[in-house]
């Protein structure tokens, strides 16, 4: 059964904060608010972890494309191919906000990334997330909150998601009512912006 720790942007609770940290430290799984959707997430070194995120999205771990959730651009070399300074510059004028920046993976992703090509990179505009990885000192892989409605996409109200996902997950951060528009994801690969999904953050 899922914890549910309201936990509010203007001055988060140190001591739930490190709960969050305690439970992503011993393989537990999240659910938390961002500047778009709520969100699926764990930590990226426990493989465990990882399969049982996908297992909840219902996708085989090889197959996932998990998000990495960072505070900050100074995690960014751990996971991804050396990025020329134009590129960094772009990074630099668009983090934190709603972008999920599509770039070129490095040899030293976690074992559940182990042969991508390619990685997710994101800093969301939002405390709670910021400080969660602060604190767990790593990223955190991630994986946005779908409906099943075939008209909302995504759910926005946290005591509906805990009641979804109560067996399933450990925490709920209820941080009120989220966003239903997720991030833009931005392909960086080829050395320009290309957009692949139009979400919140415009460019």
Known sequence: MAKILKIYP?????????????SLNNGGIIIYPSDTVYA???NIFDIRA???????KK?????????????????LSNFTKPIDTSIFR???????????????ANKSLPLAYKGKKTVGIRVPDHIIPQMIVEKLGHPIASTS??????????????????EKYDSLVD?????GYGDNVAST???????????????KGEM
């Open 90 to 104: 772009f990074l630099k004028t668009h983090i934190p906000g709603p972008f999920t920046f599509i770039l070129e």
């Open 171 to 175: 925490i709920v951060i209820d941080c």
């Open 185 to 199: 994801i931005v392909d960086l690969t080829s050395g320009e912006p290309e957009i692949l999904r139009q979400g």
């Open 40 to 42: 699926l997430g764990c």
């Open 50 to 56: 990882m399969e049982k995120l996908a297992q909840i």
């Open 59 to 75: 996708i085989k771990l090889d197959k996932a494309h998990f998000s990495i959730i960072c505070n900050d651009l100074s995690h």
């Open 10 to 22: 203007d001055n988060p609770q140190q001591n739930l904060i490190a709960e969050v940290v305690k």
């Open 145 to 162: 909150i779908k409906d099943d409605d075939e008209v909302i996409e995504y759910s926005t109200d946290p005591e509906l998601i805990a």
